[in-house]
């Protein structure tokens, strides 16, 4: 008798462990974002070393579209060359949604390409990066760049008949590697075809609001301008849109 309680007790207690180590297991689990089908999908390219402003700015300013009525809003999320942790140049881990070596990624209608620590050299040799950049950018609605991502977009040869721009002090170099483009300074974002390149930092605010102008209109942007406390009047942004 007293060898059956203890088995029991044993019993009871291994059970116990297995269902907190199921529950842990479960709660580590992938969580995909919730995509819903009468939206643009906004894909987010990540990697280490982006830079938050860069990376956050857009996504607010996108992700906000979302709390808004009567308009097609839109579905944000990351892809990366990883599911494992992303650490941006500032420290802050951000975990991937989509591995686009790996995954079979939804459609995305708008690209975004924050800077990254690399832009400007060991990144430019990632031919499967590159390759997946210039690949969604002949289906997407818009390709957008925010500081040294026009250097990406520029690598891949989809700047080469528009006009672009890029992080101000990164103007002379961008010049110098790509002589054949057709750059633009003093300028905060420039919008030519389907491609938007920014000046980034903060600035990255101001070529997103631009882009919800574009789709929404100015009382839709000057709404979510607002509710992030974002003094916000296109007229007042130095840009270049050709057209």
């Excluded at 975990?95 to 790996?102: I, W």
């Excluded at 990164?170 to 389907?194: A, C, E, Q, R, T």
Aim: aromatic share 10%; hydrophobic share 40%.
């Amino acid at each position: 008798m007293k060898n059956s309680i203890i088995l029991m007790v044993l019993f009871f207690a291994t059970s116990c462990i297995s269902k907190k180590e199921g529950e842990q297991i479960s709660s580590i689990e992938r969580i995909l974002p919730e995509l819903a089908t009468d939206r643009y999908n906004v894909g987010f390219l990540i990697m280490d070393g982006v830079y938050n402003t860069e990376f956050t700015a857009p996504y607010d300013i996108f992700q906000h579209t979302q709390y808004r009525k009567n308009i097609k809003a839109m579905n944000t999320f990351t892809v990366a060359n990883t599911l494992n942790p992303i650490t941006s140049f500032e420290g802050v881990r951000i975990l991937p949604d989509f591995d686009y070596t790996k995954d079979s990624i939804p459609d995305i209608d708008i690209l975004v390409v924050p800077s990254a620590e690399h832009h400007l050299d060991t990144d430019l040799q990632d031919t499967v990066m590159l390759n997946f950049v210039k690949r969604i950018s002949k289906d997407a609605m818009f390709v957008t760049s925010h500081c040294d991502g026009a250097f990406v977009l520029a690598k891949t040869g989809i700047l080469d008949e528009v006009a672009s721009t890029t992080f101000p002090s990164d103007i002379p170099k961008y010049k110098n590697m790509f002589p054949h483009l057709n750059v633009k300074d003093s300028v905060l974002f420039v919008h030519d075809g389907k491609f938007i390149t920014s000046a980034g930092g903060a600035k990255s605010f101001e070529a997103a609001l631009y882009l919800c102008e574009h789709l929404y209109g100015k009382e839709i942007a000057e709404s979510i301008a607002g509710g992030l406390v974002i003094d916000w009047n296109l007229d007042e942004v130095p840009r270049f849109i050709p057209h």
